[in-house]
């Protein structure tokens, strides 16, 4: 402002140069707080997949009538864990991970859901059962 309380053009022109820039500076800062908390869903997705699978697996290499019980966690996210021969699924907001674990027998198609508990085992006859 000058004297007599007129703006100038070049205080005009750096608050709108400055406007501008604080606008890109919060776009960017909440696209990269939102990536980083799209990767830690994705993450923890990921060791409750990795989980299931060891402990799968676990039950494989113990032999017959071998059992673990796992219970599920439950995440701010709701998910679907499939068994189905021998590949394991997870499924959650539109996404999809996967898993082989090699070398089972399952009796058929499991489905199993956060929060709850399932045993695990291996029957005589070989095959791998959740109950």
């Known amino acids: 402002m ?3 309380g007129f703006i100038s053009v070049e205080f005009l022109f750096s608050l709108f140069i400055i406007l501008i820039v604080a606008t890109g500076l919060l776009v960017y ?3 990269t707080m939102n990536s980083s908390l799209n990767m830690e869903s994705n993450f923890n997705h990921r060791l409750i997949l990795d989980n299931v699978a060891h402990t799968i697996s676990e039950v494989e290499s113990n032999g017959e009538f071998y059992s673990r019980y796992l219970k599920l966690p439950t995440t701010d996210k709701y998910y679907v864990l499939t068994l189905e ?6 499924e959650y907001d539109d996404k999809k991970g996967e898993e082989f674990i090699p070398f089972i027998d399952a009796y058929s198609t499991y489905k199993m859901y956060p929060g709850r ?3 695990i085992e291996k029957t005589h006859e070989g095959k791998i059962l959740i109950k």
């Open 2 to 4: 000058d004297n007599q």
């Open 29 to 31: 800062s909440q696209n």
């Open 85 to 90: 021969k021998n590949k394991l699924t997870i």
């Open 117 to 119: 508990i399932y045993v």
